[in-house]
């Protein structure tokens, strides 16, 4: 690597959180419970039993975080909207309040130069429609595309790009197979109804905002798809990582990328559902045009058939569970790939980074590409001086930067880049024990410290320019 690398001008350097991760204040203004609120309440469910009720309590200091944002040289924020919070039980009419506080959080970031980035579903269903079914039925999508309407009218006005769903495979696969996400349940055959429907909520989500943004708007979607290798490259395997890879990205990319459901993915759940959920029109109706397409990364995944390695349910990216994430595949071993982690468990591997974004620019030349999101989780502790050095996620981030750029630089086009995430936040089944921040945050007092990557990324931001190498970071003790 040269001593530097550029990236293309007019690259958005971005940072990420999500509503329930971050904004607590989960009984103000008319909010009403989500899923996610009723899940970390059931004892058991998050580490510790720890929930989003106060999180970092970002509703009430939004103020103060935007100007941090603003002082690390963030050219866009993205973050996400609490259905909640807008349309309490997932029916009827707007509450304005919901609707003011991400107003005056979408004025804020203007008024700093920062672009909002909008995500309509982050995972937290009003839990009325969970009652009703949630996302396994088929209602549920027409109730998203009702809320994706009643956002768009507030905020299209001052938001230009839009995502309608994060990582619909957390959404579906967590939530409804493996159990380990809300709403809990272990039902693998729901799971890909609920996949379904998360694809319908994305493609009428889609259509609702075009009648009511300007023409200036910019939609995606924001996936998790996954990296999917094969441990060798005997025939057994080599299916393994297909029928996997179906599961992890086909059934999204499938029907939202090219109109269609992959035609094995259908053969080899086929002992679990006939797919009739699927009905005519649905697939038009999921392949909308969008604008950009997200990818989230964080590691990639090892299978073999099984055999090869430890069996059973993958202890996931995402938390482990005696349940499997992964519907009609028992038969399929996961193995956790070589080389060191983070403290979530997971492999460091930028490699994975650039095969993500070169394939998604193959399969869709025409989609200018963002990384949604990108980090790492450690066990970051001020230092005696109150600086919060993190060397490692330093690391992380050059290494995945680099594959960024190289990716960029084979031809891909890759508009921006959001590190996962602004601020240590709750992590879902993990609660408060994994920190992802950039920024750290002193849980008892919500005091905010930028971590030494904080203010390393704000230089690339600022520059737009890759060190070749990252910096030597001294631990005072
Ligand atoms: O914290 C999550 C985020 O909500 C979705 N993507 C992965 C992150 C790290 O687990």
Not at 304 to 330: F, L, T, V
């Amino acid at each position: 690597m040269p001593e530097s690398v550029t990236f293309p001008p007019g690259f958005l350097w971005g940072a990420a959180t999500s509503s329930y991760q971050i904004e607590g204040a989960v009984r103000e203004d008319g909010r009403t419970p989500s899923i996610w609120d009723t899940f970390s309440h059931t004892p058991g469910k998050v580490a510790f039993d720890e929930n989003g009720d106060v999180a970092v309590d970002h509703y009430h200091r939004y103020r103060d975080d935007v100007a941090m944002m603003a002082g690390l040289d963030l050219a866009a924020y993205r973050f996400s909207v609490s259905w909640s919070r807008v349309q309490p039980t997932g029916r009827g009419p707007a509450v304005q309040r919901g609707l003011d506080f991400y107003r005056r959080l979408v004025d804020e970031l203007l008024t700093h130069g920062i672009e909002p980035v909008v995500t309509l579903y982050h995972w937290d269903l009003p839990q009325e429609l969970e009652d009703a079914g949630g996302w396994p039925e088929r209602e549920t999508a027409y109730r998203f595309a009702e809320y994706a309407d009643m956002v768009g009218r507030a905020l299209g006005d001052r938001v230009v790009r839009w995502a309608t769903v994060n990582e619909p495979w957390c959404a579906a696969f967590l939530g409804y197979s493996s159990g380990v996400h809300a709403p809990g349940r272990t039902d693998p055959a729901a799971a890909l109804r609920a996949a379904h429907h998360l694809n319908l909520a994305h493609g009428l989500g889609t259509s609702a905002l075009r009648q009511v943004l300007p023409s200036r708007a910019q939609l995606a979607v924001s996936l998790n798809s996954q990296v999917i290798r094969a441990l060798t490259d005997s025939p057994a395997d080599l299916d393994a990582r297909r029928r996997i890879d179906h599961l992890a990205n086909g059934v999204f990319h499938g029907p939202l990328l090219q109109g269609a459901y992959p035609e094995t993915l259908l053969s080899d759940t086929a002992a679990l559902t006939d797919w009739s959920f699927v009905r005519d029109g649905d697939l038009k109706a999921i392949n909308q045009p969008i604008d950009w397409l997200g990818l989230n990364y964080y590691t990639p995944v090892v299978v073999s058939a099984a055999g090869g390695g430890p069996k059973g349910p993958r202890a996931d990216a995402h938390g482990g569970g005696e349940h499997s994430p992964w519907p009609a595949a028992d038969d399929i071993a996961f193995h956790q790939p070589p080389g060191e982690r983070t403290v979530m468990g997971w492999t460091i591997d930028p490699t994975g980074l650039y095969d993500l974004i070169t394939t998604y620019s193959r399969l869709r030349p025409d989609l200018q590409l963002f990384v949604t999101e990108n980090g790492a989780a450690y066990d970051d502790k001020p230092e005696t001086d109150g600086q919060v050095l993190d060397p490692e996620r330093i690391a992380y981030l050059h290494a995945h930067l680099a594959a960024v750029h190289r990716a960029v630089s084979d031809g891909a086009d890759v508009g921006g880049y959001f590190l996962w995430s602004l601020m240590d936040n709750f992590e879902w089944a993990w609660g408060y024990s994994k920190r992802f921040g950039a920024v750290y945050v002193d849980y008892a007092t919500q005091a905010r410290t930028p971590k030494a990557s904080a203010h390393w990324y704000a230089g690339i931001a600022r520059t737009g320019q890759l060190p070749a190498e990252p910096p030597v970071l001294g631990r005072a003790g």
